[in-house]
């Protein structure tokens, strides 16, 4: 198993996830701004497909992907210094649903995709196209019918389509640069595990988080006794090497 991180999450976090894999400490430099440098998220989309990442991806990283087997494809469109340039990867897709603003899209997205999907013209029809292009910041899917936002937005446009959505405050989640992070931000998911760089003891909407997952049938690992970071995410990727 690997596991792409950025590197600024606190150490506690980074240990405990180290029994769970191989951690890539993911950072870039010079390329966007420094909060979200390092945020896998904002240069990896995780699709049922595999991993797209962004083309301005550094080599090095690239290189450990190799190395370990991983199935991805290369975003035809970098990532940049500024919106929208820094969403483009942003999605989230599920085996069902692709949920991003779709103007915004990597075109490589939709390609991997369709490339996946056994009946992708059905597929497309299901994507959500929504004003928030941080779709992934905002939002963890649990399941195809379980999703936690931080994005009142997303909240109602997976709502209008029958799904259960628990909406929770960004206030209180850490993002260094910015007054708050997002929910999604802090997250991964691994079978039937959500896992949290942070404990949801520090975070005042924390049992709702874990009451909303333990009925969807996933059961919370925090990474660490301290406020929940947002970090872009944490990917996990199974690894044939």
């Not at 690997?2 to 951690?23: C, F, M």
């Not at 937005?153 to 405050?169: A, W």
């Amino acid at each position: 198993m690997l596991i792409i991180i950025d590197k600024r999450i606190p150490e506690a976090a980074k240990q405990t996830l180290a029994t769970y894999g191989e951690l890539l400490e993911f950072a870039t430099h010079g390329i966007t701004y420094d909060a979200i440098s390092g945020h896998p998220d904002i240069f990896f989309c995780q699709t049922p497909g595999g991993l797209v990442a962004a083309p301005n991806t550094p080599a090095e990283f690239l290189l450990q992907l190799d190395l370990k087997n991983i199935n991805y494809s290369t975003g035809e469109k970098p990532v940049g210094s500024k919106y929208p340039e820094t969403a483009r990867y942003n999605a989230v897709v599920t085996n069902n649903y692709l949920i991003h603003n779709t103007s915004v899209t990597d075109t490589s997205i939709l390609n991997t995709i369709l490339t996946f999907s056994p009946s992708p013209y059905s597929l497309l029809h299901t994507s959500f196209s929504i004003n928030q292009a941080y779709t992934r910041c905002n939002l963890i899917a649990l399941d195809e019918g379980h999703y936690i936002t931080s994005d009142h937005g997303i909240e109602k446009v997976l709502k209008n389509r029958n799904l259960e959505v628990l909406f929770v405050s960004p206030e209180g989640i850490i993002l260094p640069g910015f007054a708050n992070g997002f929910f999604g931000g802090c997250c991964g998911i691994l079978d039937d595990k959500l896992f949290t760089t942070g404990s949801l003891h520090c975070y005042p909407e924390g049992e709702k988080v874990r009451q909303f997952s333990q009925e969807a049938g996933f059961r919370v690992i925090e990474l660490y006794d301290g406020p929940l970071f947002d970090g872009g995410g944490i990917i996990f990727i199974d690894s044939k090497s």
